[in-house]
């Protein structure tokens, strides 16, 4: 049995075998017998880097074993391992060669948040956004099979992610294409939040009715589904008969359904996979695991643990007093969203799995009967709030920028196109940081300002997050706020719920020569460069509809406009200032100031804003050049 830790160590722990088991080669070369020594040896290893990075949590704690297990049954890297998600992939990692760079996880140039194929071998397929990980080894497994190689395909899932409907899709593909693969559905009950939905439930209704309890101590009845261990069931009439119980979901797709499993019992898991690895056609294995699992806070708290900031030094000086920070962007939506609904009985807020992330927690406690998480799945959510806009309601869908690239056909198809009115309040846009490119959000305001009606909206601070809130949910029509990761400057917010004008920005600085048009968060930043340059400033407000008029003017009395957003310059809201200008035949310079045509490494935010030019002494750098090229 795992041991049971209390307290993340501060000091490296030791740890005799793991240090010769951090390859697959040196972990194969341990006898079964010190795999489960090993297993505590890792979690503990597990429980100090992420002590002393910060990162995700709970997850990798609950797949220990299952990570010895896989690279101790399957000849990895040439078996593919593909991850779900990928942020329970820390064991993967110390164990395929990364132990010693562990400390440098979701650093600048340090080991990325998820598994990547640039970073080793042993990470074939790059994650972050969840449910891929069927598709990704399907896809391996009929490669596999056109190179007539025996190669295995793995696929690891967990209960959340299998929610979405693309994990659905490849489990319906597979058997249709008869592909020699495993799937591991690493069933924790869990997601961020519980795991919610019929899924879960029926996830759950198979545990009982296959007496897991009973299951668990033995485990020997699952290998009687197995060529070569029936006998074992045959001996015993109580094993046989355990096995009446009627095909799951996932028999009746196609799919040899072998478990549940305790995922934490390594002999099992490894005689199972065993078992496994070498039968034909479509395989699944359902185990199951605590999100947690031998870090007794986290086993109490998965949710709260799901991910942790890194441990302060016991020695490090006492913190000076922090400067009253105000409260996150997600926390100013949070506030707005039940004052909204407390004013207006037709609002529904809808989160695809991300309750704590977007901050619905109050609303879900204030208003259950209008709260829905609908699981990962983001495109279901969308036109879930298309499906309730059409009967009159006001939906608001909460969703980070990045996850509502998994739903824009339903934006555009849904929602858009009937000009529907549903509010989306965009959360983590713009550059995320740690997590790194998988989920920066750095391309709504491209994907968004092109879909005809969309009304879209850049707020400069918390207040004008709130006020644009309110203008989008009073908007007859498709709207969207987006704002980004953390906290803003702190601005003072005004409790009301009154709109603003729509189409129109606001000049924050009188100068001349050059003019900033700021669509978001870097107003304050341009203000500190205008100071010295002695530039106009123009807090922009909205992307679609674009202040024409005020563009014009502006563009008629300065040599030079910049633009200034966080997203990508490619298509972003400086190209629509262009766009403009060319359409009027105004000719301008023009400096677009936004994110580069390229993905953007991980490191804290501040860090790549910078490297982004985005930062105060970027924003100046740019500027002075442009006006000296100028003239100016
Ligand atoms: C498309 C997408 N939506 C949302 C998320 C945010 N997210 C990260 S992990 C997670 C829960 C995953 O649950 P599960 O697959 O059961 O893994 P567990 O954390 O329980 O190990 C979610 C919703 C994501 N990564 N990708
Ligand atoms: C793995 C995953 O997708 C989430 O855990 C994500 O990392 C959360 O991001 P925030 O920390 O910005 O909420
Ligand atoms: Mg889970």
Redesign the pocket.
């Known amino acids: 049995m795992p041991t049971t830790f209390q307290e993340i160590p501060r000091k490296r722990p030791s740890t005799p075998l793991l240090d010769r088991a951090v390859t697959p080669a040196g972990l194969r070369r341990l006898g079964e017998a010190e795999l489960e020594t090993l297993a505590d040896e890792l979690r503990l290893e597990l429980l100090y880097t992420v002590g002393q990075t910060g990162g995700?949590f709970g997850a990798g704690l609950g797949v220990i074993e299952l990570t010895i297990a896989l690279h101790y049954v399957f000849d990895t890297p040439d078996d593919r391992l593909v991850w779900d998600?990928?942020?329970q992939a820390y064991p993967h990692k110390i164990l395929t060669g990364r132990r010693e760079q562990m400390g440098t996880l979701r650093q600048k140039d340090g080991i990325a948040?998820?598994p990547r194929r640039a970073e080793s071998e042993y990470d074939t397929f790059g994650v972050?956004?969840?449910s891929t990980s069927i598709s990704a080894a399907l896809g391996m497994a009929i490669a596999a099979r056109l190179q007539r190689s025996d190669r295995k395909a793995i696929a690891v899932i967990g209960d959340g992610a299998l929610t979405a409907g693309m994990a659905f899709e490849a489990l319906n593909h597979a058997p249709e294409v008869d592909a020699n693969m495993l799937v591991i559905l690493n069933d924790n009950d869990m997601s961020?939040s519980r795991n919610v939905g019929g899924l879960s439930n029926y996830l759950a209704k198979i545990l009982s009715s296959r007496t897991y309890a009973s299951m668990r101590e033995g485990s020997k009845k699952v290998l009687s589904r197995l060529p070569g261990a029936w006998e074992i069931a045959r001996r015993t009439e109580e094993y046989a008969k355990g096995m009446l119980v009627p095909g799951t979901l996932f028999e009746e797709l196609g799919w040899n359904y072998i478990g549940p499993i305790d995922g934490h019992d390594l002999p099992t898991l490894i005689a199972t996979l065993r078992n496994m690895r070498d039968l034909k056609g479509p395989q699944f294995l359902h185990i199951v695991t605590k999100k947690g699992k031998g870090f007794a806070p986290a086993e109490v708290d998965p949710i709260g643990y799901?991910?942790i900031t890194k441990l302060e030094p016991l020695d490090a000086p006492a913190a000076a007093p922090k400067k009253a920070s105000g409260p996150k962007y997600s926390g100013v939506f949070g506030e707005w969203l039940c004052d909204m609904a407390a004013a207006d009985p037709r609002l529904v807020g809808i989160t695809p799995a991300?309750k704590?992330?977007s901050d619905l927690v109050a609303f879900s406690e204030r208003f259950p009967l209008r709260y829905f998480d609908v699981a990962i799945a983001e495109q279901h959510a969308v036109t879930f709030a298309a499906g309730m806009a059409c009967e009159g309601a006001k939906p608001v869908v909460a969703i980070?920028s990045t996850f509502l690239q998994r739903g824009y056909d339903q934006l555009v198809h849904d929602v858009a196109v009937q000009n529907l009115d549903v509010l989306f309040a965009i959360d983590?846009a713009g550059l995320?940081g740690e997590?790194g490119p998988t989920?920066a959000g750095s391309f709504d305001l491209s994907y968004l300002r092109c879909i005809p009606g969309m009304l879209v909206m850049t707020p400069s601070d918390e207040n004008e997050l709130r006020k644009m809130l309110s203008t989008g949910h009073l908007y007859n029509g498709p709207a969207a706020v987006r704002y980004p990761?953390g906290n803003g400057p702190n601005a003072v917010i005004e409790k009301d719920l009154e709109p603003i004008e729509i189409g129109k920005g606001i000049v924050r600085r009188q100068g001349s020569k050059a003019a900033f048009l700021v669509f978001g968060v870097q107003l304050a930043e341009a203000l500190k460069v205008a100071e010295k340059v002695d530039a106009t400033v123009v807090d922009m407000r909205f992307v679609k509809p674009l202040d024409e008029a005020l563009v014009r003017e502006i563009a008629g009395n300065h040599e030079l406009l910049v633009t200034v957003e966080e997203n990508a310059i490619m298509g972003g809201a400086g190209a629509a200032v262009s766009e403009f200008l060319a359409r009027e035949n105004i000719l301008k310079s023009v400096l677009h100031l936004g994110l580069p045509d390229a993905y953007v490494e991980h490191a804290k935010p501040a860090q790549m804003l910078a490297e982004c030019g985005l930062d105060e002494a970027g924003i100046e750098a740019s500027v002075r050049e442009r006006m000296a090229l100028l003239g100016l």
């Open positions: 995700h998600v990928g942020h948040a998820f972050g956004h969840s961020i799901h991910a991300m704590e992330g980070y983590r995320v997590d989920h990761r």
